[in-house]
């Protein structure tokens, strides 16, 4: 396990584009969680909470991926996320904390140290990857894997897993890391250098409190490389539509950011006219901001734009 970012790591191991690989993963606190009796406190999570930045979102890592160099964006589709049997959620006391109740003299009940453990049931597929999460007796929901932190190695820095944030990935906590879509990242160092870890089985918009549904995982990848091809932050392409990731607060200028990158993309890729995009980030029923993360001093958003535009734009213009 390591706790950054880093291009002096060796390599775990070499994978060719398109070669398809598992990684095993640890949850956020290094599996120190596993019963209600285990509270988020300073005897349980100590030495992780005495370093700054704290320790946190192990990785698996780094794996070489072949023919990727600085200037090409690696493609990484996520094949599969199985979650282990369990996960935890917690509230976390302390100055440490990202849980904004933390010292509410109006949430007492909130401040923790507390927490829950939630089952993980096999669904269709006869693993938790389409499963069932157990709350409680009387609350369950559908189990909704993804990766929380992802990243290539920086060229210049060290960064930290919990802390790190950037062109190169880090702790996004975005939950359309998941099954059947592709996260793009801009290639710093030969190899790429990939690093996972922090997978959830299942978050709410903003993860409030800071802390998901965390879990131990198998995460099944493929990588691939488009050569010699810029972009300025992380992308996500889904099924039926594409999203331009951004980090930072305040939240409004991450979010128009984002929306003026993904106007590039949608006119430097897709052939649209500027104009039009332009209208439709305002016109648009299905333009959809996401906001995946804002826990402390991390915020990670998105914007969507549906593929069926793009299809449509194209059609028109031929």
Not at 46 to 71: C, M, Q, R, Y
Request: proline content about 7%; glycine content about 8%; some cysteine.
């Amino acid at each position: 396990m390591h706790f950054t970012f880093d291009k002096s790591i060796p390599s775990v191991t070499k994978v060719a584009p398109k070669e398809v690989f598992a990684l095993e993963t640890e949850d956020n606190v290094c599996g120190r969680i596993r019963s209600d009796r285990d509270l988020p406190t300073s005897e349980v999570l100590g030495d992780l909470l005495e370093t700054s930045p704290i320790l946190g979102n192990p990785l698996n890592g780094p794996v070489f991926i072949e023919g990727a160099e600085k200037g090409d964006v690696l493609i990484v589709k996520i094949v599969d996320v199985i979650p282990a049997e369990q996960g935890y959620t917690a509230l976390v006391p302390g100055k440490k904390s990202f849980n904004p109740l933390r010292d509410s003299a109006s949430w007492l009940g909130c401040q923790g140290p507390f927490t829950r453990i939630i089952k993980h049931l096999p669904g269709p597929s006869g693993t938790t990857a389409d499963g069932k999460g157990i709350f409680s007796p009387s609350t369950t929901w559908d189990l909704k894997p993804f990766v929380g932190t992802i990243g290539v190695a920086p060229e210049l820095e060290v960064v930290s897993s919990v802390s790190g944030q950037g062109a190169w990935g880090g702790n996004l906590d975005c939950r359309d890391i998941s099954k059947g879509n592709e996260l793009h990242l801009p290639v710093h160092v030969d190899g790429g250098l990939l690093f996972v870890g922090d997978a959830h089985a299942t978050q709410s918009d903003s993860e409030f409190t800071g802390l998901a549904d965390e879990c131990r995982a198998e995460v099944v990848l493929s990588c691939d490389v488009i050569k010699k091809k810029t972009i300025p932050y992380p992308r996500i392409e889904k099924p039926s539509s594409i999203i331009q990731l951004n980090n930072g607060l305040p939240l409004e200028r991450s979010i128009t950011q984002a929306f003026l990158w993904l106007m590039e993309w949608l006119v430097d890729e897709y052939k649209m006219d500027e104009r039009d995009v332009c209208m439709q980030m305002s016109a648009n029923p299905d333009v959809r901001i996401n906001v995946y993360q804002m826990a402390g001093d991390l915020a990670t958003v998105g914007v969507e734009f549906p593929k069926k535009y793009l299809f449509e734009s194209m059609r028109f213009e031929k």
